[in-house]
């Protein structure tokens, strides 16, 4: 029975460190650099707030990933973990 919990456990935090990877040109942000790279920038933003076990965002992961890629250069697509980074999100009641 412990090994099943400890599997589970795994399991669990496994899809929880992130639904982008790190070659990705879907920028990862967070409480360290959402104002720097977002806020005081003069590139125009596509904001992703994502929780990594949320279903409708795992299934939507593969399109910003595809967003990201076909505005490469245009503008800058990124994604917060609300999980991990609330008080991001918390100025824009999400």
Same mark, same amino acid.
């Not at 959402?34 to 003069?42: E, H, P, Q, T």
């Not at 917060?80 to 980074?85: I, P, Y």
């Given at each position: ?25 879907? =920028?990862?942000? &967070?409480?360290? @650099? ?8 003069? !590139? ?6 994502? /929780?990594?076990?949320? *279903?409708?965002?795992? @299934?939507? /992961?593969? !399109?910003? !990933?595809?967003? /990201?890629?076909?505005? &490469?250069?245009?503008?800058? =697509?990124? /994604?917060?973990?609300?999980?991990? &980074?609330?008080? =991001? *999100? ?5």
């Amino acid at each position: 029975m412990k090994f099943f919990q400890v599997l589970l456990i795994i399991a669990l935090f496994s899809g929880a460190f992130s639904l982008y990877g790190s070659n990705s040109k879907v =920028v990862k942000l &967070d409480s360290n @650099n959402f104002r720097d790279k977002v806020i005081n920038s003069k !590139e125009v933003w596509f904001v992703e707030f994502y /929780a990594p076990w949320c *279903g409708h965002c795992k @299934n939507l /992961a593969p !399109e910003y !990933e595809k967003l /990201a890629n076909a505005l &490469d250069g245009i503008i800058k =697509v990124g /994604a917060v973990d609300m999980t991990t &980074d609330q008080q =991001v *999100g918390a100025p824009y009641n999400v």
